[in-house]
């Protein structure tokens, strides 16, 4: 299969390794060129332009940061959009918002492109290790085709429905249900120190009882260490996030006062502890706010 | 080992039972008679008072409703300290106010008596299974002397503190982050839902993914299908518990908005469906709210 | 008439003093003596305990600090109740919970005496002026008696109903309220002096337009001059009285948002200022919260 | 003067009639021609597009429903920009986003024109009695110019700053103050409602004492009335308002619980009653999910 992956970041890197000397013809673009290197020293071609690489791919990735990232890689005279030939394939790995899956879905459709919205969960080492979660929007016989690339880099597919978007929104759930995980252990584990009891107590009972579960392993550790820099992911970026998924409330008119309150906590702790502070720091903000520390 | 057991309601009837022909000497007490009969039938004494059960015993577990059927069987003339010998045991099962757990300490310690708390993790069926979690504050030897018995009905026992009471914290964080994690479940099927994704596909995504564990495998299916009644745990008794940590939270100085939530999604419920719905339908309130069904 | 009054704390003297000298038999009583003085140099009898001032009197005036302090003074073998006729009565004009306020009602009337609720809006300051803003709960054929009395230190009387806890119940919302307009200021304060403007510049509009009543122009400039010391009205009393609504909230199983913002940032102010700030240092806290100061 | 008026809505024909026949020289222009038509007949120009009516006045005023309606009558070949004269005043009086008074001022500035922000406070029955209040922001020497006309429609003008979005940032302050005190009477009421007292006397009292200002009486009778349809101001608009609010606060990183609430309590409110109701209709909203009516 040929293949394009667009957007070589942290994530984008550590999935598009995994589609090198598979056996598919991989071409690779990213914004400042020298991300590209590593992939062309291993056998990949590196596109001039997002167009450039969509139009030597049947499959082309793109793993962008932010929405407005994503539509500058797909829209416009050098855009994925412009290269892709009918019926090639567009799958977006981004979280972005449901409007913007619902914007590329109509734009690809209304080309005779194809589109699949399939954002992953997983951080960087996850990625690395081709283990990650894929939630996947969009044709159901699209995704088959797809199924055997998908495997090079995932380790679970998740069909959630024919519309794109639908994984964009199932995303947006999850990463809010994360933090949502930290808000709740960074309150009990205040209570419990306040109230004499340490904090790693907490998470030993709540691990060790019903909430034995990643969420609570690996971020309860970071609460019970206060290991919030460097950021494996920046408190801007759950803001954005948990704008997003405010965005598809408002949409929707669902009122979801825990999100409230993670905006909340999201705002004070950057106005208070710095843009560069990880999204998990609401801990320590509900550490302070009580007196401690 | 000679053991008095205070309190067979379902909870205290299922963990009584693990206690009966096992080399013990057992004596039972629960204030409607009938329930003790069974325990007769097996070979147990039946105690006409606390008092009299306490004073047969090296050991009284106690396991009441509430903060005040606890005191009213400890206290008093015809009460479980009454008769409890110096040095004698006294392990509380119920979930209780911490100040209500630091209260029998010093009554107790008062007495020359020992007092540990103990509350359990689990539902009726997991104590008639003899799996409960046990969450332990108070003196460790008296703990280590109590372990054979604890093993006849927990899987898994929790040493917090040697103040008896900080078992009580700990396992009023763990009914928190429970309904937290309710509620959390409750706003991301909503939202998904009302955006055209059936929630069976959020709790799917949820538990393959970061949240692979009972708390969401258990009221993430009572969720999906809206299954409140009959209530396993009645909303007024969950407002009860979260009353317990919101005490505790004025007592320490420590603001907690996800409780604040609960507790108005509580009212809420109760107001609107009625006294005897499970606190899961926190979760029925949310999806009303945002004018589903 | 002949009048009792128990209680000479800032608020309970300012009210007291204008008892004296208007042709009332006035008799005082304080826990410590002292503040009784003054009022014998003008001519008021000493009481010996609440009781002996009860039994001097046709109506006794009970002002005290909280629940537990006025029901001390009620009950026991020295206490008004003991010495109150039949059908003379009993005004507490303390803020106290609704449930005190019915507990008390029934006593009187199992007593054959007579009881109103009358807690009051105003500073001590306002009280010095005689221009307290009374809340009536009672009989109105006992208040209509008593009109004449409350004229002596109040300038409006409401009469909410004949159960005299419905005005502890609107006198509570009226602190709510309180508390509720300082938290707006402060959120508006913080938005404002973190985009640039003076928080002073929309206290002039919010009081120059829609806004024009004495809860912004008195709280406003507070939060203005950030003048929170010495308190007022300490924030662990506004809490209580927080807490008191929450209780009612909690009974009549109402959910109540605002209070539950309330709550917390009380308990932050009080867990990062201190016991000893006023109540509206909650807009202290937001602005500390958003990066100011 | 040459005044220009553009958007003449109910609000915009409620300020722009008192701009006849004052001696000054009215341009008027609207997207549907009729609304111009009652101007025409008293002597006003209809312009044939924003454009035209900019290049025939001194001073435009604008007032669109929403920002892009500004920004769509601002710019593009027939828009406002491209008509005005050098060193022209555009004076713009709708609600909008703090941004895009940035906007605005910038692209005025970049056209060596003027621009003044300058929303107000009162709804059209206000508007038509001329005594709205004008929040204004802008060079202070520019003001001084414009009073004489602000005075035709004005009874109060606020100087907040030399930032034109200054103005905005206050105007949206207010708005959420009033949502505010309309949530505060909500649950408070309500609290009373459900503990046997009409929620006339919470009103009674509040206005009667600490609380006697025009938005408590005003929205307060809504709410003791029930008085939802036909909406005054539909809860969408709200929701819009207070998701400009919501940016700010997003832009400045200040947590504003409050606000949380409300935005969360229109979407209920919307959700369950339709798009057609008052904004006020959050007291409904909170009556309801108490179990009243």
Redesign the interface.
């Given at each position: 299969m040929r293949i394009g992956f667009l957007g070589l970041g942290q994530m984008g890197a550590a999935i598009a390794q995994h589609l090198v000397g598979k056996g598919h013809d991989l071409a690779v673009w990213n914004r400042s060129a020298d991300k590209a290197r590593p992939f062309a020293e291993r056998g990949a071609a590196v596109a001039a332009s997002p167009r450039d690489a969509a139009a030597r791919s049947d499959v082309v990735f793109t793993m962008l940061a932010d929405d407005a990232a994503l539509k500058a890689v797909v829209m416009g005279k050098d855009g994925l959009a412009a290269g892709l030939a009918k019926n090639a394939v567009h799958v977006s790995l981004s979280t972005i918002a449901?409007a913007t899956g619902d914007e590329l879905a109509d734009l690809h459709a209304h080309n005779g492109q194809r589109f699949i919205s399939a954002p992953v969960?997983g951080r960087p080492d996850v990625a690395a290790a081709g283990a990650l979660?894929i939630?996947v929007g969009g044709d159901p016989a699209c995704l088959d085709e797809l199924r055997p690339v998908f495997a090079l880099f995932g380790k679970?597919v998740?069909h959630?429905?024919a519309?794109p978007s639908?994984a964009n929104?199932?995303k947006l759930?999850?990463n809010?249900?994360?933090l949502?995980?930290v808000?709740?252990?960074g309150?009990?584990m205040?209570?419990?120190e306040?109230?004499?009891?340490p904090k790693a107590?907490?998470l030993?009972?709540?691990t060790?009882?019903?909430?034995?579960?990643?969420?609570?392993r690996?971020y309860g550790a970071m609460l019970v260490e206060d290991r919030y820099r460097p950021a494996g992911f920046a408190a801007p970026l759950g803001?954005k996030d948990m704008?997003l998924?405010g965005q598809?409330?408002?949409t929707?008119?669902?009122?979801?006062?825990?999100?409230?309150?993670l905006?909340?906590?999201l705002?004070?702790t950057?106005?208070?502890e710095g843009e560069d502070i990880d999204w998990a720091a609401i801990g320590l903000t509900?550490a302070?706010?009580?007196?401690i520390g």
């Open positions: 449901v969960f979660s939630v679970r998740f959630i429905g519309r639908s929104l199932v759930c999850g809010f249900a994360i949502s995980a808000e709740t252990m309150e009990a205040a209570l419990a306040k109230g004499g009891v107590k907490v030993e009972v709540m060790g009882t019903l909430f034995d579960a990643p969420v609570y690996n803001l704008r998924v598809a409330a408002e929707n008119r669902v009122a979801m006062p825990f999100l409230s309150v905006r909340d906590h705002l004070e950057i106005a208070k509900i302070k706010n009580s007196g």
